[in-house]
Nanobody, 116 residues
Framework: QVQLVESGGGLVQAGGSLRLSCAATGNINSIGAMAWYRQAPGKQRELVAIISSGGNTNYPDPWKGRFTISRVNAKNTLWLQMNSLEVADTAVYYC??????????WGQGTQVTVSS
């Protein structure tokens, strides 16, 4: 099994930056792609960024240029650098990992709150 623990969330003013981290433990050799999702109150969970095991990245249009996903496989760590944060970015951010190409496992999430 794989366990994911996010950190780095908090309160930031609009226009500021935050860097989220996700530490993976357990059967890390089974991890393929990794991703960040977020869920705002009253809204569905949405994909923020995804990165393959080889480092290829993809971002839905709303976050291109503001968010950067990265990973270091040797350190079992995933990051999300978020710049120019907006109030609308307020959400719980979740780390996710694809396991053996079959299913995804999730962390517990970290709260990001952007104030105006």
């Amino acid at each position: 099994q794989v366990q994911l623990v996010e950190s780095g969330g908090g309160l930031v003013q609009a226009g500021g930056s935050l860097r989220l981290s996700c530490a993976a433990t357990g059967n890390i050799n089974s991890i393929g792609a990794m991703a960040w999702y977020r869920q705002a109150p009253g809204k569905q969970r949405e994909l923020v960024a995804i990165i393959s095991s080889g480092g290829n990245t993809n971002y839905p249009d709303p976050w291109k240029g503001r968010f950067t996903i990265s990973r270091v496989n040797a350190k079992n760590t995933l990051w999300l650098q978020m710049n120019s944060l907006e109030v609308a970015d307020t959400a719980v951010y979740y780390c996710a990992a694809e396991i053996k190409g079959v299913h995804w496992t999730w962390g517990q999430g970290t709260q990001v709150t952007v104030s105006s």
